[in-house]
């Protein structure tokens, strides 16, 4: 409840004021852990470091929006396989299985719904990060 509150106090404040996805990034040291910078109708806005590749999973009820913004990185399927270049994005629709790989560094913003799981139906102990997380 405690981080509920937390939470809802921080998305108030990033109503009407601006913000630099610049300095945001700077602030993230790990990889694969999402970051919330803004919430807004059931939705939030997560930024994330990817480096490596990321489990298979897929998500039961939600789809997820993957926009590259700085960097490289690709959304694997099972049958095909996504590039995304800085300022590219792609929507992953909700029960396709899918993967996120990225050979160096990429900065990445997720849209989905708030308390998406980023592993989606997996829980994986190195993968699997906390939600909510604002920054
Ligand atoms: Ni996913």
Do not use: Y
Not at 26 to 38: M, T
Request: contains cysteine; proline residues 4%; hydrophobic residues 45%.
């Amino acid at each position: 409840m405690t981080a509920l509150r937390r939470q809802v106090a921080i998305s108030v404040q990033t109503f009407m004021t601006k913000a630099s996805l610049s300095e945001k990034f700077a602030l993230i040291e790990e990889h694969w852990r999402p970051k919330v910078v803004a919430q807004l109708n059931g939705q939030e806005l997560k930024l994330v470091k990817f480096k490596g590749v990321f489990p298979w999973h897929h998500h039961e009820k939600e789809d997820e929006l993957f926009l590259v913004w700085r960097g490289q990185m690709i959304i694997e399927f099972r049958e095909q396989r996504v590039t995304l270049q800085a300022g590219e994005f792609c929507v992953v629709p909700r029960g396709v299985e899918h993967r996120t790989m990225a050979e160096a560094e990429a900065e990445v913003l997720v849209f989905e719904p708030a308390q998406t799981r980023n592993t989606g139906n997996v829980v994986d102990e190195a993968f699997t990060a906390p939600n909510g997380v604002v920054l």
